[in-house]
């Protein structure tokens, strides 16, 4: 299976779903992080590393996040918008992979929010082709209850074995003060875990797009 993570910045995928990457990588799958933002020579050097942690390849965007905006142009960043929509659209349809994973997209942070818009859009154009290729998606939860709002997971993926190897791979990103959010990420992890029947998890909200008829019938019309 091939899997591709959509992360609006690098570190999203390693603090958000690390250990998954690396479940899903050891179990022979192939497992591809697409870093939308930041493609700065340190975050490249960072992202290179953590990477190889995990078993997985990974790839920049190099669109531009708000925290790079300058002098407060609005018109900079990350957007839910025509142009970034058919660059993540290519990326997709290049990668072809079975399942992807994206930001949930209510969130406070406003990349976040983009990223998983796009990501959602291009899935449910693809879907509506009806050819023979579409991707499942599942929503990852960063910072939950910081960023991450109304989350409503419905899959747990158990990382209690990878613990320490997410943590190596967050550690390469010391040049954005990681390890001062880190705690968040991992009470996370420990209280998915209790939820999923385990010491530690990563959580997702699966993406179940109607298809076919269904898709344009509400209640009370229709064949039953």
């Not at 530690?200 to 229709?222: I, K, L």
Request: hydrophobic residues 40%; contains cysteine; aromatic residues 10%.
């Amino acid at each position: 299976m091939k899997i591709a993570v959509f992360a609006a910045h690098p570190d999203d995928a390693e603090t958000s779903v690390g250990g998954s990457i690396c479940r899903y990588s050891d179990a022979g799958h192939k497992v591809h992080v697409v870093n939308m933002t930041n493609k700065g020579s340190m975050r490249v050097s960072s992202a290179e590393r953590a990477s190889k942690t995990m078993g997985c390849t990974f790839e920049f965007l190099d669109f531009v996040d708000h925290g790079n905006r300058a002098n407060g142009d609005r018109e900079l960043g990350l957007a839910f918008d025509a142009a970034h929509l058919a660059i993540v659209d290519a990326k997709l349809r290049e990668l072809r992979p079975d399942l992807v994973w994206a930001h949930w997209p209510v969130d406070t942070h406003p990349d976040h929010v983009a990223a998983g818009s796009l990501v959602l859009r291009a899935c449910d154009l693809i879907r509506l082709e009806g050819g023979d290729w579409s991707p499942d998606l599942w929503f990852f939860h960063p910072c939950i209850g910081y960023q991450a709002l109304c989350v409503a997971p419905d899959h747990f993926e158990d990382i209690s074995a990878y613990v320490e190897r997410k943590r190596k791979a967050v550690g390469e990103y010391e040049c954005v003060n990681i390890w001062d959010a880190y705690p968040l990420h991992e009470s996370a992890d420990k209280y998915h875990g209790y939820q999923a029947g385990c010491l530690y998890a990563e959580s997702f909200t699966r993406c179940n797009f109607r298809s076919g008829e269904a898709r344009h019938r509400v209640v009370g019309e229709g064949r039953a």
